[in-house]
């Protein structure tokens, strides 16, 4: 799953508006990115729930980061756009949550969690500063 259009469009649109010199709206930046603008603008409200975002209402309303780029992690960008911690596999997060009750004997679930945890920690180490630079 790693990395949804959810996610992908999260990341453009905070790219346009970590640019910008004053909030955009949802129809602009949905036209500028191309991006249909009812899922751009549940995702753009769901990084203002999580506190990426400031919306602002009114005839100059729209939305600008709230906080510098270097602060916002890609680790929060994803969670806020998926609703859930980007995930490299469709398993259990601990062995005692394993649906089937065979993590004891799950050979494979010690590397996939390990390496879970590694692109955790760099997905929350990188900043949308980060992508901005290359």
Same mark, same amino acid.
């Given at each position: 799953?790693? !990395?949804? %259009?959810? @996610? ?6 905070? &790219? *346009? ?9 949802? =129809?602009?930046?949905? %036209? ?5 603008? @009812? ?9 203002a %729930?999580?506190? &990426?975002?400031? @919306? ?12 510098? @780029?270097?602060?916002?992690s *890609?680790?929060? &960008? ?9 995930? *490299? ?11 089937? =009750? ?16 590694? &692109?955790?920690?760099?997905?929350? =180490? ?5 992508? !901005?630079?290359?």
């Amino acid at each position: 799953m790693l !990395m949804t %259009r959810a @996610s992908e469009y999260a990341l453009l649109s905070l &790219i *346009v508006l970590a640019k910008a010199d004053k909030p955009m709206d949802a =129809e602009t930046l949905s %036209r500028d990115l191309d991006i249909s603008k @009812s899922f751009l603008a549940k995702i753009l409200q769901s990084m203002a %729930r999580k506190g &990426i975002l400031n @919306s602002y209402k009114g005839a100059h309303g729209g939305f600008a980061l709230a906080q510098d @780029s270097k602060k916002i992690s *890609v680790h929060a &960008i994803m969670c806020a756009a998926e609703g859930k911690s980007p995930a *490299v596999f469709d398993c259990a997060s601990s062995e005692s949550k394993c649906p089937s =009750e065979k993590a004891s004997a799950c050979s494979i679930w010690p590397f996939l969690n390990n390496l879970q945890g590694k &692109i955790d920690h760099f997905l929350e =180490e990188l900043t949308l500063a980060d992508i !901005m630079e290359k």
